[in-house]
């Protein structure tokens, strides 16, 4: 079965720290699609990167850049330099391609940053 | 700018009284979704929407039920709110599903509480 674990239920840093968020992830399929999202204190998800399978290019957004590495299966987010409007929940989900599940996200519990000055 | 959009941002209602929570779009995107969120929780999808097809989850109580009169708008019935259905409520959009690998966007939410 598909499973999305993010160990890190909370992270506390102090502003200008690097953070990793882990996020490992179990499936059968070989076709799927890896995403992260933030959700501020405010409640909206905002997305923020999706990945497929077949690309384990890692991916830099600014501060923000993605590891995945299908070998241990984790798709891991790092924070460069962390600022305090980085603190959220952030999620990372999972969704499969074959036909009997192909509507559906499968989503880890979250980690809560907090990023304090 | 293109968006999500939720209203109300909050609602309250009484136990046993119906409710009903909106989702407009200007996205286009063939797809909606409604989410429950409760407090340090994933969201869980109840419901989406492929064009005009409907998809309810097996273990969305029926007490909630959906409508998409368009492509733009989707609204979420309460029939008969319980003082467990207090939680978020979010609205997500998306132009294809998530199996083909579909981002999702999202409204700001609806906070029901129910008294």
């Known amino acids: 079965a598909q499973k999305v674990t993010q160990a890190q239920t909370e992270i506390s840093v102090v502003e200008k720290e690097d953070v990793t968020l882990d996020c490992v992830y179990e499936?059968?399929?070989?076709?799927?699609?890896l995403f992260w999202y933030k959700q501020p204190p405010s409640g909206e998800l905002v997305f923020l990167i999706r990945?497929?399978?077949?690309d384990e290019q890692n991916e830099i957004s600014g501060r923000y850049s993605w590891n995945f590495q299908k070998s241990t299966s984790s798709f891991n987010f790092t924070i460069t330099a962390s600022q305090v409007v980085d603190s959220a929940v952030y999620f990372c989900?999972?969704?499969?391609?074959?036909?009997?599940?192909?509507?559906?996200?499968?989503w880890g519990l979250g980690t809560s940053l907090a990023v304090n000055p | 700018d293109a968006m999500v959009i939720q209203n109300p941002r909050y609602q309250v209602t009484q136990f046993g009284k119906p409710v009903t929570l909106s989702c407009s779009q200007t996205?286009?995107?063939?797809?909606m979704y409604w989410y429950q969120q409760k407090s340090s929780q994933a969201p869980k999808l109840l419901f989406h929407?492929?064009?005009?097809?409907?998809?309810n989850e097996a273990d969305t109580p029926d007490n909630f039920q959906s409508r998409r009169p368009n492509t733009s708008f989707c609204f979420l019935d309460i029939r008969s709110p319980g003082l467990g259905d207090a939680a978020m409520y979010l609205c997500?959009?998306?132009?294809?599903?998530?199996?083909?690998?579909?981002?999702?966007?999202f409204g700001p939410g609806t906070r029901l509480t129910v008294l």
């Open positions: 929407y492929y064009d005009k097809d409907f998809n």
């Open positions: 997500a959009t998306s132009r294809i599903l998530a199996g083909g690998g579909g981002e999702q966007f």
């Open positions: 989900a999972l969704s499969e391609a074959d036909a009997g599940n192909n509507r559906k996200l499968i």
């Open positions: 990945r497929n399978s077949f």
């Open positions: 499936t059968r399929d070989t076709t799927y699609y």
């Open positions: 996205l286009n995107h063939n797809v």
